[in-house]
Structure formats: C-alpha cells, structure tokens
C-alpha cells in the first residue's frame, strides 16, 4: 500500500477528512518551500500539493500563474524541485504530490522522473493536461515505479471517461468542482457534490475537491461529502503577500490551521 493509500486509511480509521494544501515550488525560494512543506504537515496536511512551476499554466488562475512566474524567475525546474522534496524528507514523511503539466515533465524524461521521484521521496504526480486516453505509457511509468497517477475529474467530464480514471488512477482523485480555471471563491457549486457521487460509483479511491476552496466554511462544506478539501489559490495568496517576511513559514502555517480547526 502507498503512502498517500495509507493516509486516507488512516483519517478513515479515525472518521476524519483530509486536508490538502497546494502551493507552488520555488516560491518565493526554494528554503521557504522546504519549510512549508514541513510546516504544513505540521499544521494537520495529510497530503501536500507541490506544484511544478511553468510558463503556460492554462488550468491556473493569476493567482498561481504569478507564483508560477516568481518561481521561473528562480530559475525552478524539475530537478530543483525534487532537490526540496529530498531536503525535506529529512523531517517529515507527509505524502507528496507533484502538481505539473505534461511539457516539463516530458522534457525531463518520463523514466528518470519516475525514478528521480521514488528517490526524492515523491509519493504521486498530477499532470493537468495529460488526458486518461493519453496516459497509458506514463502511467505505467509510474506504476512500474510504485508512484500514483492522480487524475483531474470534472463536472463535464464523461460517464465513459470517468470509468477510464477509475483503470487508471492511483491514491485519489481530484474532483474539480466548478469548470474553469484555479482561484478563490465566495461560494461552491452544487456540481462538485454531484461529481463526487458520480466518481464514487465508479472507483473505491478517495475523493477530494479541489478549485475554489478557501475558506473554514469551504473546507467544512466539501468534508460533508468528499474525503478530503484542496486548497490552493488562497494559500499561494497569502504566501505571495507575505513573501520577504521572516514570518511567512508560521503565518501559513497559521492560516492552514485556522481552515481545518
């Protein structure tokens, strides 16, 4: 069983729901990376998000995009950001998922990166833009390497295609809960408790919902009917406000504890 397959075992064992944070490597630096990772584990993450950074980031709304950016400015890769997932490995074992779109990824090598992840300490990879009917050679990459493909579902996704994710996906799958694009909200679509129930006639895994979740009352909403809340955009927010403060590590550290306590 699988890092992330034991998690969720065990917040079902305890008759608890998950909480996944997303934020961006690299921003604002790498060292403040490292320490969030181990911060938001701290905090209650049973699962921590690591987005990989990227010139075209079509899923992401300018919240993300912009932390996207600051982080290229790094001159943040691939290899950087397994570097931080390796550093910190050292003091905590919170599942780690790679958050991606297929381009740096290929270029990086689909065999090297499935074992660059295993050494690193990576548990799983979503790739944004890589469709199930186009993943058998990367999933298989992944499965011969003991890593989780997490997929994208979304209100308009299929009854087919989501039978195809079922075949497919490891450790959870990520609910998109309104179409569109990444980024805060005031309020959450019935959709996404529609789309739960559809995934969950398909698949046994996990289900967690992410886009648009930002608030207490948003991750308390989504815990009514999924497994876990993703929170991203309101992370990396609060993140891009505080960046250069010596305090930016334990005020989201904060923050994240305030969405799920």
């Known amino acids: 069983m699988s890092r992330i397959s034991d998690a969720f075992k065990n917040l079902q064992g305890d008759a608890r729901r998950g909480f996944i944070p997303f934020i961006t ?3 604002p630096d790498l060292e403040t990376t490292r320490d969030l990772i181990v911060e938001l584990a701290r905090a209650g993450a049973n699962v921590i998000e690591l987005g990989v950074p990227f010139s075209d980031p079509v899923a992401d709304g300018p919240t993300i995009q912009r932390s996207s950016e600051r982080a290229l400015l790094n ?6 950001v397994l570097r931080t997932v390796l550093d910190a490995r050292r003091e905590t074992d919170v599942p780690v998922v790679l958050f991606s779109y297929f381009n740096p990824l290929l270029q990086f090598g689909v065999e090297r990166l499935a074992t660059e992840c295993v050494r690193a300490g990576v548990n799983g990879i979503l790739v944004t833009d890589l469709v199930p009917e186009e993943s058998a050679d990367f999933n298989a990459a992944l499965k011969r390497n003991n890593l989780e493909q997490i997929f994208l579902a979304a209100p308009t996704t299929t009854d087919a295609r989501l039978r195809m994710i079922a075949e497919r996906a490891g450790g959870f799958v990520y609910a998109v809960s309104r179409a569109g694009v990444t980024g805060a909200r005031t309020d959450l679509s019935a959709e ?6 559809r995934i969950r006639q398909v698949t046994d895994l996990p289900v967690a919902v992410g ?3 930002s608030t207490r ?3 308390e909403e989504v815990w009514s009917y999924a497994d876990a809340a993703v929170v991203g955009s309101a992370l990396v927010a609060e993140i ?16 994240a504890r305030a969405l799920i306590s």
Request: without cysteine.
């Open 25 to 27: 490597a690299g921003d």
């Open 240 to 255: 891009e406000k505080h960046a250069g403060s010596p305090d930016t590590v334990a005020h989201i550290g904060s923050f």
């Open 217 to 219: 009352e948003h991750v």
């Open 192 to 197: 996404a408790k529609r789309l739960v129930g």
């Open 75 to 80: 001159n943040v890769g691939v290899v950087e």
């Open 211 to 213: 886009f648009g979740i």
